[in-house]
Nanobody, 120 residues
């Protein structure tokens, strides 16, 4: 079993910054990629950013230039630095990881989510 635990969410004023963290624990042979998704009330869950274990990154258009994703393979952790936040960034942010339990078996796991609220 693999667990993803997120932290770093909270309330921030428009223009402010937050840094989200997510750490995977459990039976892990390797992690192929990790990413962040978000879901606002009444909206579908959407990709924010993702990174492979080789640091190939992908960003949604609406966060390019504002958010930065990074991975620490030794710690099985992924981070999301969020700058210039706007009220439209308010959502629950979910960590996601594709994990190899062994060389032949892999699954995608999700964290429980962390709330990010941007408001004055």
């Amino acid at each position: 079993q693999v667990h993803l635990v997120e932290s770093g969410g909270g309330l921030v004023q428009p223009g402010g910054s937050l840094r989200l963290s997510c750490t995977a624990s459990g039976v892990i042979d390797s992690i192929l990629y990790m990413g962040w998704y978000r879901q606002a009330p009444g909206q579908l869950r959407e990709l924010v950013a993702s990174t492979t274990n080789a640091n190939y990154t992908d960003y949604a258009e609406f966060v390019k230039g504002r958010f930065a994703i990074s991975i620490d393979n030794h710690k099985n952790s992924v981070y999301l630095q969020m700058n210039s936040l706007t009220p439209e960034d308010t959502a629950v942010y979910y960590c996601n990881a594709h994990v190899y339990l062994n060389p032949y078996e892999s699954y995608t796991y999700w964290g429980q989510g962390t709330q990010v609220t941007v408001s004055s």
